[in-house]
């Protein structure tokens, strides 16, 4: 099956730019999987690049529950569906979560960088539970190579494309 | 008979022309308060800066926005209120000084007075030296040096006899030394301290803070009551030596004690403001213009007058050249132009 | 870990809220009040933050109480910083600075210099107002007039956390502006620094970066500066009383030359030169001019600047340096003076030589009084490098501004 040349074109724009967008916002999550079975935990990876003091706030859609994470107690606090945390020179966060039943949405993150005096949104991720019980793991924590989430959210393509445009409208200046 | 009831029916007008203009003044130096309130580089509404006054009389009842409570209070008030204040005592000085030398072209600085008083601020400002420490150094000197020529010119007037041309030839002697020790102390001082003299005799509301209104406010407490429990004396001075101490009137001691009160006045103003000129010398004119002679309500009249020329010229040194502050000494130097002009215009013969 | 934990710590944060709303004149976050901002109170501080501002927490931390939390973690590891002024005064900061008012020109430059963020300067003198060249950036900015006629009211308005006075230079006006300022408003920062002269400079610019959080920035500029002074001191220092140049310094105005204080005889004197007509106690003294040909100086130097309004920053006008000296040339006996028949008479703007820029004219002297102990100087370069390395104005020496001439 052959990708008619527009396509290519697009992804090829998308593959220079990607770098682009992910320097707009300093988190970027991937998750352990994207269709977790009935009660499975999996795993949540927050990638932190260019900020050294700040907090990301993470939202779980419904059903989903917040299990453990790997930064230490005092820079955590979760509450209901919403998990903080306070990033200070860390480069990565995981975190577990488990799945309910069924059920699907977004898992949603605002970021703040402290020093950087600036905020924006991370990435939606969307998972869905597919109804499969799942056996029982032994906790996670061991680094789970990032399936294809970024392409999952159409906001991101668009984002891109802003990036694109925005680079090569400056890119007389110099 | 009719003679009589024309000249009382006459008296009564010229009392009612008086009450009028007395009433007048202190309704245009009310409206004029109000106005130069308002008046600053900070931008708020005439609602805000009267808010801000009441938030500061009735604290509970009102509140201020922002930082007009603050800026009114600290930067706008007590200087609005000091220049009605010293420009009431300086024309009050000034015209004791025209009564008493019999000269309607004296002012308060007429027997050197401002000439000493630049001195002790030069003194202060270029040798550091003083009788007071601190932030009182310059107005401590100034006051002390104007009160030091006072001194001399009533030491040289026993010396020769106390009377009207005596009194100004010293004080034009007084006037000359004193320039000539700050001209050398300015020549000799370095250009910081060279600008700074030259500042100060430029006169300025700018300094003005709660306590300086105060004193001032005080000592013409003080003394305006008795000047105008004198007020009689004076206009038996007026009519010359020898009429004065026919009535009864103790020509010399008066003479002296009102020279010593005007130069007290004086003295206590511009050591706080560095010496502005014209208000003692044009307001009394005015008043003189407007309600005649009688020192009884001319005291009174030409200190409302005076408070209301320096007032007018505060503002006006304010906005001109918004942001920027002109010293106000400069915008009453203007003053004296037409005033002038209008002298030498409306010249009677003697 | 377990919810139990997470429980206690909100519990924890809820306690710790109102415990830190009172401490209003302290680190944002630090609880305990020790003046020691932990990396534990922060966190607790930061998660604070984002449960008020995320998840409906109940917590009084704004957005810039958390910005300046991790700015003193960041910059001065958690604890106030104690600042010590040049007129003595120590004031201790307990958050970054956000809101600059200078009142001095050369304060101004050392904090460019030091790659403070100039949106953060909220208000500027007028002087530097005017500078259209030299500040491009402040031209937006509001003026609050100068040191002899200041413009409270708009100082005030601004709320700035810090004010920037001289500290001692026109000192007494300079106290009263603090005073009326700290009376009026207890928060505001006065901070009195004269960054002009040569034995204090080095130490105000350390200060003044420990207190913008720019330390190693300070370090570069200030090793930047004391390389070319030292510099000069050195090669000045092994000079023989003998072998010192006499030199003629003009001031702007005809026949008026500098002494005792000025700054201008102290940079003479710093480059190796002698000036024989700073005696007495005036700074500016007018000179008999019989006196300059009987002393026949050895170099002459002429200052452009405020009084002689050509050059400097705001124009190119080679010309114009050269008629001043053409013309000082033509004065009547001066033909025979060492200087004019060496051809040792320079023109030198004020803005390299007074101010905070005084290295770079001092370089200039050092050079024209010792062409030889001081080959390898280059004044040029160095100014150069300073508006491009340090100040980041886009000014080309080769083609803008006059400064010097020959």
């Known amino acids: 099956m052959s990708l008619p040349a527009n396509h290519l074109l697009c992804i090829a724009l998308l593959l220079m730019v990607v770098p682009a967008a992910a320097c707009a916002s300093p988190v970027t999550r991937s998750l352990s999987t994207a269709e977790p079975g009935a009660g499975e935990v999996f795993t949540v990876l927050l990638s932190i690049e260019g900020m050294t003091l700040g907090g990301v706030v993470e939202t779980l859609p419904a059903g989903y529950a917040f299990v453990a994470t790997d930064l230490a107690d005092d820079r955590v606090l979760a509450r209901g569906q919403q998990v903080a945390f306070a990033v200070m020179n860390d480069s990565r966060i995981t975190y577990q979560v488990r799945a309910p039943a069924s059920g699907s949405g977004d898992i949603t993150g605002r970021w703040e960088d402290f020093l950087g005096e600036s905020d924006g949104q991370v990435a939606a991720s969307h998972v869905a539970a597919d109804g499969i019980e799942a056996p029982v793991e032994s906790g996670g924590g061991d680094p789970v190579p990032p399936a294809a989430q970024e392409t999952g959210s159409p906001f991101a393509v668009l984002a891109a494309v802003a990036a694109l445009l925005l680079a090569s409208g400056r890119g007389g200046r110099r | 008979m009719e003679q009589n009831v024309i000249i009382q029916k006459g008296y009564s007008r010229l009392k009612k022309t008086r009450a009028l203009f007395i009433g007048g003044l202190l309704a245009a130096l009310v409206i004029l308060i109000g106005l130069a309130v308002t008046l600053g580089s900070a931008d708020f509404t005439v609602g805000e800066s009267y808010l801000a006054i009441l938030a500061g009389l009735f604290p509970g009842t009102f509140t201020a926005p922002g930082m007009a409570g603050i800026i009114v209070w600290d930067y706008r008030l007590h200087r609005v209120l000091f220049a009605v204040v010293a420009g009431f005592g300086l024309?009050?000085?000034?015209?004791?000084?025209?009564?008493?030398?019999?000269?309607?072209?004296?002012?308060?600085?007429?027997?050197?007075?401002?000439?000493?008083?630049?001195?002790?601020?030069?003194?202060?400002?270029?040798?550091?030296?003083?009788?007071?420490?601190?932030?009182?150094?310059?107005?401590?000197n100034a006051f002390l040096f104007a009160l030091l020529a006072a001194l001399a010119i009533y030491g040289m007037a026993r010396y020769r006899g106390i009377g009207s041309e005596t009194m100004v030839l010293a004080g034009i002697a007084v006037m000359y030394l004193f320039s000539a020790v700050t001209s050398l102390l300015q020549y000799v001082g370095s250009a910081e301290e060279l600008r700074a003299v030259v500042f100060w005799t430029f006169g300025s509301v700018d300094k003005s803070t709660w306590p300086k209104l105060a004193i001032v406010s005080l000592v013409l407490a003080c003394t305006i009551p008795y000047l105008l429990y004198r007020a009689w004396d004076l206009n038996a001075l007026a009519e010359g030596d020898e009429v004065a101490a026919s009535l009864g009137v103790p020509v010399e001691r008066s003479m002296m004690v009102m020279m010593m009160i005007a130069s007290l006045i004086t003295a206590v103003i511009i050591c706080f403001t560095g010496t502005i000129?014209?208000?003692?010398?044009?307001?009394?004119?005015?008043t003189r213009m407007a309600i005649g002679g009688d020192f009884r309500t001319l005291l009174p009249a030409s200190g409302l007058v005076g408070a209301l020329l320096l007032l007018s010229a505060d503002s006006i040194a304010r906005s001109v050249l918004a942001p920027q502050v002109l010293p106000v000494g400069i915008v009453t130097a203007f003053l004296g132009v037409p005033f002038f002009i209008y002298l030498f215009l409306h010249r009677r013969s003697a | 870990m377990n919810r139990r934990c997470l429980l206690a710590l909100a519990l924890l944060l809820i306690v710790a809220v109102p415990a830190s709303a009172s401490a209003m004149d302290g680190t944002p976050?630090?609880?305990?009040?020790?003046?020691?901002l932990t990396s534990a109170e922060y966190a607790s501080a930061a998660l604070t933050y984002l449960d008020a501002a995320y998840m409906g927490g109940a917590g009084d931390l704004t957005r810039t109480d958390i910005r300046d939390a991790a700015w003193v973690s960041a910059h001065w590891d958690g604890r106030p910083c104690e600042i010590t002024d040049s007129s003595g005064r120590t004031t201790t900061l307990y958050r970054p600075l956000r809101r600059v008012v200078t009142f001095s020109g050369e304060s101004l430059e050392t904090l460019r210099s030091l790659g403070f963020d100039m949106e953060k300067v909220v208000a500027v003198d007028k002087y530097s107002h005017g500078k259209k060249t030299f500040f491009p950036e402040c031209q937006g900015k509001a003026n609050v007039g100068s040191i002899w006629s200041p413009d409270m009211e708009q100082v005030l308005i601004l709320r700035p956390d810090a004010v920037f006075l001289y500290a001692t230079?026109?000192?007494?006006?300079?106290?009263?502006?603090?005073?009326?300022?700290?009376?009026?408003?207890?928060?505001?920062?006065?901070?009195?620094?004269d960054c002009f002269k040569p034995a204090t400079y080095p130490g105000e610019i350390r200060t003044i970066a420990s207190a913008v959080g720019q330390k190693?920035?300070?370090?570069?500029?200030?090793?930047?500066?004391?390389?070319?002074?030292?510099?000069?001191?050195?090669?000045?220092?092994g000079i023989p009383d003998d072998e010192r140049v006499r030199v003629y310094f003009e001031y702007w105005f005809d026949y008026t030359t500098v002494a005792a204080g000025a700054g201008y005889n102290e940079k003479t004197r710093l480059a190796g030169g002698v000036n024989p007509f700073a005696t007495g106690t005036a700074e500016y003294p007018v000179v008999d001019p019989e006196a300059i040909i009987v002393t026949d100086p050895e170099v002459v130097v002429k200052l452009a600047g405020q009084g002689l309004a050509v050059g400097g920053y705001a124009g190119h006008d080679i010309a114009a340096f050269d008629a001043i000296r053409a013309g000082m040339l033509e004065r009547p006996g001066w033909s025979s003076i060492s200087a004019v028949k060496d051809d040792r008479v320079y023109v030198i703007h004020s803005d390299i030589l007074g101010g905070a820029q005084h290295f770079i004219g001092t370089a200039y002297l050092a050079k024209w009084f010792y062409p030889d102990r001081f080959a390898d100087l280059d004044p040029h370069a160095v100014h150069q490098r300073y508006l491009t390395g340090f100040q980041g104005i886009d000014f080309d020496l080769a083609s803008e501004g006059t400064f010097v001439y020959p």
């Open chain 2, 91 to 140: 024309a009050v000085a000034g015209c004791v000084m025209q009564g008493i030398l019999r000269n309607p072209l004296a002012s308060p600085f007429t027997l050197g007075i401002a000439s000493a008083a630049t001195t002790g601020a030069s003194i202060a400002i270029v040798l550091g030296a003083g009788v007071a420490g601190g932030e009182f150094l310059v107005i401590g």
């Open chain 2, 277 to 286: 000129g014209f208000i003692g010398l044009v307001a009394p004119h005015i």
């Open chain 3, 29 to 36: 976050g630090d609880v305990d009040g020790d003046r020691v």
């Open chain 3, 169 to 193: 230079i026109s000192t007494a006006t300079c106290d009263d502006i603090q005073k009326r300022l700290e009376a009026s408003s207890p928060g505001i920062r006065v901070f009195r620094f």
């Open chain 3, 216 to 237: 190693e920035r300070g370090e570069e500029f200030a090793a930047f500066y004391e390389s070319t002074m030292n510099r000069i001191r050195d090669g000045a220092a």
